[in-house]
């Protein structure tokens, strides 16, 4: 059986801190208040984990699924109303649209 880079509740742990600290630190930019500068360092720290888990290519999935895709909850959907993903592989099959789909994927990818 093939050992996890990195286990799936822990992965799950680190997303949803960072969904739930993004959406804090968004709150209080709203009220004027910016930590932008404080939080900065951590995101360095956690970036650099992941990196050293999933390579470079890993991180900028991740960072890509989180800020871009909002955490995969950007949603878009074609002429007839049905959802069109915003990442798919070679043979056209969405990727990287849930937490899971995420970890699935970064699991799967060769070693950097």
């Known amino acids: 059986m093939k050992k996890h880079k990195m286990e799936y509740e822990d992965f799950l742990k680190v997303i949803l801190g960072l969904q739930q600290e993004g959406r804090v630190i968004s709150d209080l930019y709203d009220k004027k208040v910016d930590l932008i500068e404080f939080v900065d360092p951590y995101h360095g720290i956690i970036f650099t984990l992941l990196k050293s888990i999933y390579g470079e290519e890993g991180l900028d999935w991740f960072t890509w699924f989180c ?46």
Do not use: V
């Open 67 to 112: 800020y871009e895709n909002d955490f995969g909850q950007k949603s878009r959907t074609d002429e007839a109303g049905e959802p069109i993903h915003a990442a798919i592989d070679e043979n056209g099959n969405p990727i990287c649209y849930s937490f899971e789909s995420l970890w699935e994927f970064l699991e799967g990818m060769e070693d950097a």
